[in-house]
């Protein structure tokens, strides 16, 4: 089993739609949850962490359910430039991250 | 100004040959990794180096060696270059130590190396 599971798509929605993405980890010891944005030809960039209580920027809302081990993004009123490649991350210990294979999202007018 | 740089941004050599990537962070971080992104798009870690010391090796093969001469540079040389070698490799910091409040460890990857081998 991979320590970092994720659906890899591709997804594709037309703007204006509401998409959500899962990931679990199997290591129950895990420190902290990311989700990163990675478009492209380019570097994964932060997108948002994720807290136990669950936390929300903007459209983004991240949620963490420890006791099943998994973490989700959900994507309100989709836009054209949400479409990229989603990374979830879990961090085991200091200097010990693993990223998920990513979830590809297109966006269509 | 950039705070993960990575050099070159491209690379393309012959299959045998010998060659280095660099990276320098300026964010002051005290945790510097290295991870390889294939043609599959999976982004793998291969070392991570805390305060000059190498923390994690991951099962990559002995002709990767990275170094770092200070915490804020880590530089990755590869020997006898093969064609499975050729991929993007991100370099990236992180603060580092154990999680505390206001601490997640976020990383800041560099914008990549593509690496070519013919």
């Known amino acids: 089993r991979k320590e970092v599971e994720q659906d890899p798509g591709p997804f594709n929605v037309p703007e204006g739609a509401t998409v959500a993405f899962n990931c679990t980890y199997s290591n129950s010891a895990s420190q902290s949850f990311f989700w990163y944005r990675q478009d492209c030809r380019k570097e994964p960039k932060l997108l948002m962490s994720?807290?136990?209580s669950g936390n929300e920027d903007g459209r983004f809302t991240a949620q963490l359910n420890r006791a099943s081990q998994y973490i989700s993004l959900l994507i309100r009123d989709s836009k054209l430039s949400d479409s990229a490649t989603y990374l979830c991350?879990?961090?085991?210990?200091?200097?010990?991250?693993?990223f998920g294979d990513g979830t590809t999202l297109t966006v269509k007018p | 100004d950039t705070a993960v740089s990575q050099t070159p941004k491209y690379l393309v050599t012959q299959m045998g040959n010998d060659k280095s990537i660099k990276c320098e962070q300026n964010?002051?971080?005290?945790?510097m990794y290295w991870y390889k992104q294939d043609s599959k798009k999976f982004l793998k870690i291969m070392f991570s180096?805390?305060?000059?010391?190498?923390?994690i090796n991951e099962t990559v093969p002995n002709r990767f060696s990275p170094k770092s001469p200070d915490k804020a540079h880590l530089n990755l040389h590869i020997n006898s270059l093969e064609l499975g070698d050729s991929a993007v490799y991100f370099c990236a910091s992180s603060q580092g130590g154990n999680t505390k409040v206001g601490n997640t460890d976020t990383q800041y990857f560099g914008p990549g190396t593509r690496l070519t081998v013919l």
């Open positions: 991350v879990v961090r085991f210990y200091a200097g010990k991250s693993t």
């Open positions: 994720v807290y136990s």
């Open positions: 180096y805390n305060n000059k010391e190498l923390i």
């Open positions: 964010l002051g971080h005290d945790t």
